[in-house]
């Protein structure tokens, strides 16, 4: 028996959101996410839940008094940077970057979803940097 369960990943991002359904939604939409663990209190909000993008869990639940939604930054590596953020914006998110070419071999661009969470989206693209 291992210490953890069968293909989960050693660290896990975790999100406190306002909304953790609708956040489910979006990355189901945009990042192809698949659901794993669901589990809900009784008032219909999500206690906590954990979806798989790629080869990551994510954990996510929504905010409760106590322990308040958090802003966060996430950082995804897709295959099409550009299509990916598209994508995003078509389901609701807010533009914080269009892709871009900076300093490192990756095209980044970055978007906020409607609970507050900020995705870094990104493609290695070429090697060395570049000021485009």
């Known amino acids: 028996m291992t210490f953890r369960p069968e293909n989960y990943n050693a660290v896990s991002p975790y999100l406190l959101v306002n909304g953790a359904v609708a956040t ?5 939409s945009v990042f192809a996410a698949e659901r794993c663990r669901m589990f809900f209190r009784d008032d ?35 295959a ?5 953020y598209r994508s ?32 870094w989206i990104s493609q290695q693209i070429g090697e060395g940097s570049s000021d485009q």
């Open 88 to 119: 995003a914006l078509e389901v609701g998110a807010t533009s914080v970057q269009e892709p871009i070419r900076k300093g490192d071999p990756d095209k980044r661009g970055g978007v906020r979803d409607a609970g507050g969470t900020t995705w």
């Open 44 to 78: 219909g909000t999500l206690q906590h839940g954990e979806v798989r993008i790629d080869d990551t869990v994510l954990m996510l639940a929504d905010a409760m008094e106590g322990w308040p939604a958090v802003p966060a930054h996430v950082h995804i590596y897709v």
């Open 24 to 28: 489910i939604e979006f990355l189901e």
């Open 80 to 84: 099409d940077v550009d299509a990916t």
